[in-house]
């Protein structure tokens, strides 16, 4: 499918989203992230994809989050039920998506890149929540997942003076899990999707869904919990479990299945 402001593409069984407004340093207003929403829908829906990426067009920024220009990027339906840019709300994801930040993440380009499981960041990448800067704040999860990420103090240092912080920063205070030579953000999350791919889709699901029901709960009760998760039970009952120690016997490449 066509779509005007995403350049999609499909590798084997990885999806690569491009934001596609390099003239706004993709930044992002109401149709974009409405069409984006359609875009990580048909993602999940698809049983041969299994990992995404997404990364900015140009190599100037990721994004630099929401669309100021546009008034009606400030109203309440600015963006989908799965939020901005279709990722920042889609809290029932069960597919690994990776951000590969190839410039400024600014604002709600932050928190798309927060939103997603792994950043790989190229040297020159910049990170900010720069929203209480144009009298806003990042409403869109950003808060949350900083704070989650590299606990209070540090996140009030980012939050409370929308201050940018390098890439080298960001994989100090460890939202960041790889800095790369600029240009070769793409080519790094490719890497790491295709490491994922090793992996049983099956485990994978089950492993999201584990580490997504740990929220507010101590790990003793996710542990006496987790197999009442339909995402858990399903690495039992999956072809999935009988390949995976046939393969390694066989000393073969495992043939993963998807039900």
Known sequence: MDYQFAKVATEGRVL???????????????????????????????PDLWVAIITGAGDKAFSAG???????????DATPPSGFAGLTSRFS??????????????GGGFELALACDLIIAVQSARFGLTEPRVGLAAFGGGIQRLVREIGPKRAHAM???????????????GFVNEVVPDGEALAAARRWADEILL????????????ANSLEG???????????????????????????????????????????
């Open 199 to 210: 992996c049983s889709p099956t485990s994978i699901r089950g492993a999201k869904a584990v």
């Open 217 to 259: 709960r101590s790990i003793q009760a996710s542990m006496e919990g987790m197999f009442d998760l339909p995402a858990a039970k399903a690495v039992f009952t999956s072809p999935d479990a009988l390949e995976g120690p046939r393969a390694f016997a066989e000393k073969r490449p495992p043939r993963w299945s998807n039900p």
């Open 66 to 76: 929401a669309d100021l220009k546009q008034v009606q990027v400030l109203v309440e």
């Open 16 to 46: 690569v989203v491009t934001l596609n407004r390099p003239e706004a340093r993709n930044a992002l207003h109401p149709a974009a992230n409405f069409e984006l929403g359609e875009v990580f829908d048909a993602f999940e829906a698809d």
């Open 159 to 173: 939050l409370l003076t929308g201050r940018h912080v390098t890439a080298q920063e960001g994989l100090a205070l």
């Open 93 to 106: 994801r069960t597919k690994p998506v990776i951000a590969a930040v190839n410039g400024f993440a600014m």
